[in-house]
DNA sequence: TATGAATGAGCCTTCATTCAT
DNA sequence: AATGAATGAAGGCTCATTCAT
């Protein structure tokens, strides 16, 4: 135990320390590598009370994933909601995207790279909180679809392909992020604005790439 | 076990099935929850082989990421090598990429999801093979940023920015390519290169996204 | 726990409605099994009452055992000593026995069937409240015994030995009872009272069962 | 661990071992307060061996009552079928069960006195158990009863209700049979069939207990 | 080349019990 | 009279790993 004399805490501060400790201990470790006897530790109480509170391992796994993905997604919706412009409402959530990933590493972690360790159960709740990520990127890019000169030609799909695209580009840039100190998230998230969506624009606008080969002819 | 007889089968060959069920377990289970016990009984051998050809868990992992991230870049490097323009050489490494992650789920999961329950060495094992692919295609985007009208606006940094948003959107496009039967490896570069690619020509060309509000002043 | 506000109630009836659901629980679930938090849950009160009016989970059963063996020890007594006849006490004893039983499965199952998983204390009390009820069968046959035609042929012993017989057989007819819902604990009695005590008093005269090929001699 | 020094045991022995073993304990200590722990140290191995051959605690559980009820069924059958005579069977019968439960008393113990704690798959067993036991001794009793001067006043019905007085008188009386060293299962079983059958036989020829009080009128 | 037998260590979970209010 | 907060201890189960053959 880490040597704090543990005080009587009301059970909703207990609870909510718990699962601080349980996303960074469950990041750094894995669920299965993850042994509650250290979230407890960290946490500063016995094992029994993280059992009384949170009722198993799995469970407590959850609570971790419903809490970010919720905090994720108000953050996000937080950022587009300000902005007028669908170009705009897109740069501002991905920011916030961004930013979030960027502050709380460990809640994206148990967000995104759990991959397949887990019960059924934990990775329909995985998957869920996945989905709904994917899905407010992929509303801001409809929206930014719906808006631009030529909106007829993508659909649905095309929204969502984007989406995928972008989170993905996403995540993985915060690998980036983390070796380059001087960047910030707002400007990787101009980058990829740049790199992605001019291009998406040119595309709608019926610019298409073919290799130079073929454009030659 | 698995109720073929077994007879005796050469070291190398052997070695060589271990790995490949090693993968399949690997990638469904996670490295933790990955049992010996089964991966030796799917192989149709008993455990102390395993640990006989191996040594132990951790290094039949290793053995499985090394294996893999050599077929991937393989993979890569020899779809990039028949082509003669830089162009031609991203889209056909991207597609090899895709081809190669689509085809073999298992592999790339093992290289890529298996985010942090693994000990120091074996992580170290993992960001290696992650690297090495990085590299391959931050050096093709190199070369097409090269080639590009306004090569000097871009550096190093800006082509491994690029390789970490392309990758990053691929492993995100292959969730969805599961999910549209209807589409190919070889189509879903396409649309990537559309959107990626086109984008950062334009941007090497000078144009670069401004939010709206700016642009209407 | 049970959604009743809880009033202030004096120690003596809390003291009883706890013991009340003890008796329950440890009936349903068994010595072990049963735990302290469901019978508090269930009693309508939080642990630490239980443990500051019945000091321990042993106390508490040791205090369950002796309520019942005084009850069916009681209720034995008082229908034993209304009648005259030595006949008719066993009778009335043995009906009351059954009607206990029968009215009161979980207290039976306490006193009777918690076999051995008891710490030695424990299992000390059971056989003492087992001894009283034996001791008060034991007490009715002598009595029947010494009114019988031939009081000499049997002594202190055999008068235990039918009164082990008695309840053995009491007991187990008890579950047959269960799946024979015509019948009444009376009947029951009746019946046992016609196998068992008609032959003892037979064996009192003389006769004895040989084995029909002795018999033929 | 008992200080032998284990040797390589080959399965069918060691898991009968562990059996015999957990008899035992399950009958020393209830099934819940039987720990794994102790049953394989006394058997001299290892818990996970105990789990590699008996999968679980309940599994080991079942295993005892398996064998030890087809083991009494067994030494009942045998007994019985020597025996011409429905009377003389069931003597056996009788005898046969005096003398396992006196001889195994555990196993007795594991197959009867366990009653609640358990979870319902092992309920289930053990009651099945039971009533293979039960259905022998009623079925005797029927024979005899077929034999006797009045079959027709008794059924299906008494000759369960004879074997479930029997059966308990039985048990009960395995505990006085503890007390009285000089006591043989052979002589218990002679003093119960004359306190038993030869009041049946009475019955069935007609004599029915009465009150004194009612006798006398 | 191959394996049946065996275990030390660790993890999830639960429970009886106490402390401070 | 009453309870929410807290824990030491133990138990069931599994796993990576080895030994002897």
Redesign the interface.
């Known amino acids: 135990m880490t040597e704090k004399r543990r005080r009587r805490v009301p059970r909703q501060v207990r609870e909510q320390q718990m699962i601080d400790v349980a996303i960074r201990v469950f990041?750094?470790?894995?669920?299965?590598?993850a042994s509650v006897d250290e979230i407890a530790d960290l946490a500063g109480v016995s094992k029994p009370m993280v059992y009384l509170y949170l009722d198993s391992k799995e469970n407590l796994f959850v609570a971790c994933v419903r809490r970010e993905s919720q905090r994720l997604a108000g953050a996000f919706q937080q950022a587009a909601r300000e902005k007028?412009?669908p170009?705009?409402r897109l740069?501002a959530g991905l920011a916030a995207f961004f930013g979030f990933v960027h502050e709380h590493r460990d809640s994206w972690?148990v967000l995104h790279?759990?991959?397949?360790?887990?019960s059924e159960r934990i990775a329909a709740e995985v998957s869920a909180a996945r989905r709904m990520v994917m899905a407010e990127v992929a509303g801001l890019v409809r929206d930014g679809i719906a808006e631009s000169p030529n909106p007829a030609r993508l659909g649905e799909?095309d929204a969502?392909?984007?989406a995928?695209?972008?989170?993905?580009?996403?995540?993985?840039?915060t690998?980036?992020l983390e070796n380059?100190p001087d960047e910030s998230p707002e400007r990787v998230t101009?980058?990829?604005?740049?790199?992605?969506?001019?291009?998406?624009r040119?595309?709608l606008g019926g610019?298409?790439?073919a290799?130079?080969?073929s454009a030659k002819r």
Chains 1, 2, 3, 4 share one sequence.
């Open positions: 990041a750094k470790r894995g669920y299965h590598a007028a412009s170009d705009e740069r972690v790279r759990q991959a397949s360790e887990l799909d969502d392909f984007v995928h695209a972008l989170v993905g580009a996403a995540d993985s840039l690998d980036w380059h101009l980058r990829l604005m740049n790199m992605a969506w001019v291009g998406m040119n595309v610019e298409v790439w290799s130079p080969a």
